[in-house]
């Protein structure tokens, strides 16, 4: 089981709001900066947010937010290239070692 | 633009040690700023970290991994290195090396990943 609770599935149509969320603990999210990173069909992952930071060439329509001990990914504006599984991750102090969520399956329908 | 490559057996038995290298180019190992790791997912699995390491040579394991790992850097040779030793079927994964810009900071830059599989 992870340390990190994702969705396992998330759908949207084209154009949509979607939000993705990552729960935690105060070990955890509640403390650390978390990452997002976008696996499309079983590639090497990207980083799609780092903290509040998108990195260079992540299209703005990807935000990251937290509040408390959950962080979520927003992306406005969905796209079919989005389509993919995603995954947070973040420090945890109390088991001394960086944890991943399970991972949220993103269709766009 | 920086890169990081992954290079290593394929296939490796049972029992024995996995060994990978991490080859970056486009920037340098031995700057102060990064952490340099490896991570791994099994086939149709999710993601888990194996180690980080600093270019002194300061590493930082999985408690779950850390009897069995150990993480080395070559800055003379910008590549940083993994061995698993006493490996099982368990271990059969895709290895990634990556990234991040802190102790604590998430991953930017990940590699193109390479599949190790574990069978005699």
């Known amino acids: 089981q992870s340390a990190l609770t994702q969705e396992a599935s998330v759908s949207g149509t084209v154009g949509q709001k979607v939000t993705l969320s990552c729960t935690g603990n105060s070990n955890n999210i509640g403390t650390y900066a978390v990452g997002w990173y976008q696996q499309i069909s079983h590639g090497a992952p990207k980083t799609v947010m780092f903290g509040n930071s998108l990195p260079s060439g992540i299209p703005d329509r990807f935000s990251g937010s937290k509040s408390g001990t959950t962080a979520s990914l927003t992306i406005s504006g969905l796209q079919p290239e989005d389509e993919a599984d995603y995954y947070c991750?973040?420090?945890?102090?109390?088991?001394?070692?960086?944890?991943f969520g399970g991972g949220t399956k993103l269709t766009v329908l | 633009q920086l890169q990081l490559q992954e290079s290593g057996p394929g296939l490796v038995k049972p029992s024995e040690t996995l060994s990978l290298t991490c080859t970056v180019s486009g920037g340098s190992i031995s700057n102060s700023s990064y952490y340099w790791g490896w991570i791994r997912q099994p086939p149709g699995k999710g993601l888990e970290w194996i180690g980080s390491i600093f270019y002194t040579g300061s590493t930082y394991y999985n408690p779950s991994l850390r009897s069995r790992v150990t993480i080395s850097v070559d800055t003379s040779k910008n590549h940083f290195s993994l061995k698993l030793s006493s490996v099982t079927a368990a271990d059969t994964a895709v290895y990634y090396c990556?990234?991040?810009?802190?102790?604590?900071?998430?991953?930017?830059?990940w590699g193109q990943g390479t599949l190790v599989t574990v069978s005699s």
């Open positions: 990556a990234r991040r810009s802190g102790i604590r900071q998430p991953l930017d830059y």
């Open positions: 991750s973040t420090w945890d102090y109390s088991l001394s070692a960086w944890v």
